[in-house]
């Protein structure tokens, strides 16, 4: 009689220790990774995302996530409630609104520029360069090459032959 009680009694705790950890994860695990690893850590250990760090404030606002999503709150209401709580700066990347949206656009414009800057002076270099070469094709170049440079072209290769 007494083993019987006494496993309805583990039986019992065991269900109560389930329902206590469903309820502890009742949040979305995915949704919790992708709000976490939007934001970053201030706490001076090199602006980690919260869902990596592992000071203590990082801990905290993970907890609070937690708390916030199992009160129902959606990604863009716990996002919001921290950019006004620390600015700005605890999103990882900038929101594409306003004067941030230069912050997305301007790599590409710089990539851009560059490309054309580098085309620029390639095709300068290549222009400049035409000019400096000696033209072999004109009738006065080849006698004068020919006549000046021919006995010594011959007699270099007699001297091997």
Do not use: H
């Amino acid at each position: 009689m007494f083993l019987r009680k006494s496993f309805f009694i583990m039986i019992f705790i065991l269900s109560l220790m389930i329902m206590v950890n469903a309820t502890a994860l009742a949040y979305d695990v995915n949704l919790f990774k992708e709000i976490t690893s939007k934001m970053v850590c201030l706490c001076g250990c090199g602006k980690q995302k919260i869902y990596e760090c592992e000071c203590q404030e990082a801990e905290n606002i993970r907890n609070e996530v937690k708390k916030m999503l199992n009160e129902g709150k959606t990604e863009a209401e716990i996002l919001s409630y921290y950019v006004k709580r620390d600015g700005q700066e605890r999103l990882a990347a900038p929101t594409a609104k306003g004067f941030n949206f230069l912050a997305w656009i301007m790599p590409g414009i710089g990539l851009i520029a560059g490309g054309l800057f580098v085309n620029y002076f390639i095709r300068k270099k290549q222009n400049s360069g035409n000019n400096l070469m000696p033209k072999i094709n004109d009738n006065n170049d080849k006698d004068s090459l020919n006549n000046l440079e021919l006995k010594e072209i011959e007699e270099e290769l007699k001297k091997y032959l």
